[in-house]
């Protein structure tokens, strides 16, 4: 069976993370900072958008394969990783603006929790019906 959506979403996920992990980079070499945070609220606050995007990112992603596999429709599939994708980056733009645009980040969370939930309850009623 093809994986193709999620492989898309994956993907798009992964460039997003690479964008995020090339911020705390670069502002540590610009600032000559190894290890931890030294207190720099400007690199804390890129870690932190790093961060939460590898701890939301990979059960949403987990959560379209399995719906995939399971035989959800395309439609359903695109939506889901499109809400994903999009609260990801909502929530890492809103929450690394100086100062942080809060809309933004509540709505990124918004949509990577929506996308979480309804794919869960999506799942629980196909196996139990």
Do not use: W
Not at 44 to 65: D, F, H, S, T, V
Not at 71 to 93: E, Q, W
Not at 105 to 115: E, K
């Amino acid at each position: 069976m093809s994986v193709a959506v999620t492989a898309l979403y994956t993907a798009c996920m992964a460039l997003l993370f690479l964008i995020l992990s090339a911020r705390v980079i670069l502002y540590r070499r610009a600032n000559r900072i190894s290890l931890g945070d030294v207190g720099d609220k400007a690199l804390i606050k890129r870690m932190r958008a790093q961060a939460n995007c590898g701890e939301y990112a990979p059960i949403g992603l987990m959560l379209l394969l399995v719906s995939e596999l399971s035989g959800a429709p395309a439609l359903a599939l695109h939506l889901m990783g499109m809400t994903l994708l999009a609260g990801r980056f909502l929530h890492a733009v809103g929450f690394s603006a100086t100062p942080q645009k809060m809309i933004l980040r509540q709505l990124g969370m918004a949509m990577t929790l929506a996308m979480i939930l309804f794919s869960a309850l999506g799942l629980i009623g196909h196996a139990l019906f």
